[in-house]
């Protein structure tokens, strides 16, 4: 309905479904329903993301929501490479010398350029792996002392 000068009232709009902020009252419930299901990258909000699993399945990491972080593809391989430089570090030497110049290159740029995710990986996922593989170790030496 128009005011006697003209103009659409707020109550009008509301009422039709559009709020103030000119959203559907069908957007807001869905968006109400759904929210809990969208995820973000941790490290840099991006909405599109990967499940990340904080301690690999290789080192015993369990399918569990503690141990499932979102990570955006990009710091998904960021975080990746860490991992795998922090795991290759004594073997680095033995690998030709044109390659260990790129994997080095490729550390130290993102050791400059994506500090948090240099951080994720050294205050979540590094510590969370190292309690993990401390756990297993100890239940593997519960199991040979029976």
Aim: hydrophobic share 30%; glycine share 4%; aromatic share 10%.
């Amino acid at each position: 309905m128009l005011a006697e000068n003209g103009e659409i009232k707020a109550s009008d709009h509301t009422r039709n479904g559009i709020d103030e902020e000119g959203i559907s009252s069908y957007s807001r419930r869905l968006y109400e329903r759904y929210s809990k299901y969208l995820r973000h990258c941790v490290i840099c909000g991006n909405p599109f993301v990967d499940r990340h699993h904080i301690v690999p399945k290789e080192m015993f990491g369990q399918d569990i929501e503690e141990n499932i972080d979102y990570l955006c593809s990009n710091h998904h391989r960021i975080v990746h490479f860490l991992l795998d430089a922090e795991m290759q570090k004594d073997k680095m030497d033995k690998r030709p010398k044109e390659q260990q110049n790129r994997y080095l290159a490729l550390y130290w740029w993102i050791l400059r350029n994506e500090r948090d995710a240099v951080d994720y990986f050294e205050n979540k996922m590094k510590p969370m792996i190292l309690k993990r593989l401390y756990e297993v170790k100890r239940e593997s030496e519960k199991r040979m002392e029976r």
